[in-house]
């Protein structure tokens, strides 16, 4: 489906969107749960993109823009401080999605809305979809392509397991559509 909307829009512009990468060893071993799912519960959509913590959703941007793209973050990045972020446990969206959760985290928080703000404020730039939505934030595992009758095995394997784990923030992500998957464009690092 998304593949579909960026062939269909790519003339208005590439798609992009903005998170928290975790480092090694965590990016692995989340990469390493998405090919579970993958392989026994026939769910690759995650595999689309790198393990991440979404910040702001994807939207469209005319890429002959990019450079005020990149500058809008590159403004916000240093007033940022690196904070500690930990991940412990798994949870879900019924019908389809599972993840890792992420501990409520104030920074976390300052960090999703001060992207929004300057998404909004300096690229007119905002998910009308989810302005409702309280933020969530997670790592997906597996999502649309999780049949119901897989995902009720998959949360079943699932719901009591542990996972605990922190990682320090340092740096967020722009991460850009090439068409078949999502790559990382552009890290922008936190002021120390």
């Known amino acids: 489906m998304l593949r579909q909307f960026y ?9 992009y969107f903005v998170a928290i990468i975790p480092p090694s060893p965590i990016y692995e071993e989340a990469l390493g749960l998405k090919n579970h799912f993958k392989e026994k519960y026939q769910s690759k959509a995650s595999l689309n993109s790198p393990p991440h913590i979404t910040l702001h ?3 469209q941007w005319k890429e002959d823009k990019e450079d005020e793209l990149l500058s809008t973050f590159e403004k916000l990045s240093p007033v940022v ?7 412990s446990g798994f949870g879900s969206f019924p ?5 890792i959760d992420v501990d409520k985290n104030e920074s976390l928080v300052n960090l999703h809305q001060n992207i929004h703000q300057q998404c909004k404020r300096e690229l007119n730039v905002f998910n009308a979809n989810y302005k409702d939505k309280a933020f969530h934030p997670h790592l997906t ?34 991460l850009k559509h090439n068409g078949k998957v999502w790559e990382v464009y552009k890290e922008f690092f936190f002021e120390n």
């Open 141 to 174: 595992l597996a999502f649309r392509d999780l049949k119901k009758p897989m995902y009720a095995k998959a949360w079943e394997e699932f719901e009591h397991k542990d996972f605990n784990t922190e990682f320090s923030v340092d740096k967020f992500a722009l």
């Open 57 to 59: 959703m994807p939207f």
């Open 7 to 15: 062939i269909k829009n790519i003339k208005r512009g590439a798609l």
């Open 81 to 87: 401080k690196p904070f500690k972020l930990k991940l």
């Open 95 to 99: 019908p389809r999605v599972l993840f």
